[in-house]
């Protein structure tokens, strides 16, 4: 439980803010007494960027592969031979193809279990695209390499969590998608997910409404009433402590989501609208149900920004953190279940108990 977590990260599109990011949460002094950090990227493209911003002399121990790493350095692999041009700001097929090079070795280690969690820069989603890639985004790319059946878009921050019942498809398909099933099984994972990788004991969940008003008694739409009111009734009786469904304006509006430990809503956008208002610049990408751990900033490319030393890390700096204290939660659970027996013999059988235990 005190080795020191290793962490891989995706440089994302070499023209966007992703390097700048990186190196300006490396190179904050004591970065090493939380992780090994591990990069995956290439030499002169990280020097380039490195020149460009003026951002001191940190330099990287180049590693063959994440055995190699060092504790004690911000390590580096090299995932193609030959250069690259760098066109800063700028949306080109180069930037997709590296951007997908940097991805793909580090999602090797990750499911190998060579590192302990992956932290990904932003792509852009058009460039990338490939024989290889043929995904709405990182979150529908990691599903497919974890093998999970289903993932939940789980945005959080200090105060604030969020999660999303249908996440990238056109805001026509939503209700179609929403459906009882998903809706269970989404908050069944939320639930889990705050227990461990959160240790959050009880957690309490807002749903959020699809229509209006939560449609407002069928005037405005009877999904509300016909499809998420029974989903979170049956969710609750299975031991989800749930509640809804909320409309979503005054539930943000008046402050009601400090009343619960995360929120469910139906589409993206009704749930990253608030959080990115309320947390943007501290909140985090944490894609739940995968096997292995993600993590990444709330923010993309930043093409407009790229190369002029003004992005702010603070949200990618969250990020690393965010997968360091997952890793760690997950493992000390491990640790306190894999020793399931009490003193005087009876079995621990819930994450409670090892809290009514006192140990």
């Not at 949460?25 to 939380?34: A, K, R, W």
């Not at 190699?68 to 031979?81: G, Q």
């Not at 993932?151 to 026509?172: A, C, D, K, Q, Y």
């Not at 499809?227 to 509640?243: L, S, T």
Request: aromatic share 8%.
């Amino acid at each position: 439980m005190s080795e020191k977590v290793k962490i891989g990260i995706s440089i994302g599109d070499i023209n966007g803010i992703g390097l700048e990011v990186i190196l300006k949460t490396l190179i904050e002094p004591g970065i090493l007494n939380y992780c090994t950090p591990i990069v995956y990227g290439h030499t002169k493209v990280t020097s380039f960027h490195r020149k460009a911003l003026r951002l001191g002399d940190l330099t990287f121990n180049v590693i063959p592969n994440a055995a190699a790493a060092n504790p004690k350095r911000v390590n580096l692999i090299n995932c193609w031979e030959e250069d690259v041009k760098i066109e800063l700001g700028q949306s080109t097929p180069t930037g997709g193809k590296y951007a997908l090079l940097s991805l793909e070795k580090a999602t090797e280690d990750l499911t190998n279990g060579e590192i302990d969690a992956l932290v990904t820069a932003p792509i852009n989603k058009h460039n990338i695209q490939s024989e290889t890639f043929n995904f709405p985004g990182h979150t529908e790319y990691l599903q497919q390499k974890s093998g999970s059946s289903e993932v939940l878009m789980f945005m959080v921050s200090e105060n604030l969590r969020v999660g999303v019942v249908t996440g990238h498809i056109p805001v026509s398909a939503v209700p179609s998608q929403v459906t009882a099933e998903k809706i269970i099984r989404k908050l069944t994972m939320m639930n889990d997910s705050l227990k461990k990788d959160f240790w959050i004991e009880k957690p309490k969940i807002a749903v959020l409404g699809l229509n209006p008003h939560a449609g407002d008694n069928g005037l405005l739409g009877k999904e509300d009433q016909e499809i998420i009111a029974p989903a979170i009734q049956a969710a609750f009786d299975k031991g989800v402590i749930c509640f809804g469904p909320y409309p979503a304006d005054g539930f943000f509006g008046n402050g009601t989501y400090k009343q619960f430990d995360a929120v469910l809503g139906m589409y993206h956008d009704q749930g990253l609208i608030p959080f990115k208002t309320i947390a943007f610049g501290t909140g985090v990408n944490f894609t739940a149900g995968l096997k292995f751990v993600r993590t990444s900033p709330d923010h993309g490319t930043g093409y407009d920004i790229a190369g002029k030393n003004v992005a702010d890390p603070s949200s990618f700096t969250e990020a690393l953190f965010a997968a360091v204290h997952i890793v760690k939660s997950r493992r000390e659970q491990q640790a306190l279940f894999d020793n399931r027996l009490r003193p005087g013999g009876r079995l621990i059988e819930t994450a409670a108990d090892i809290k009514d235990d006192g140990n």
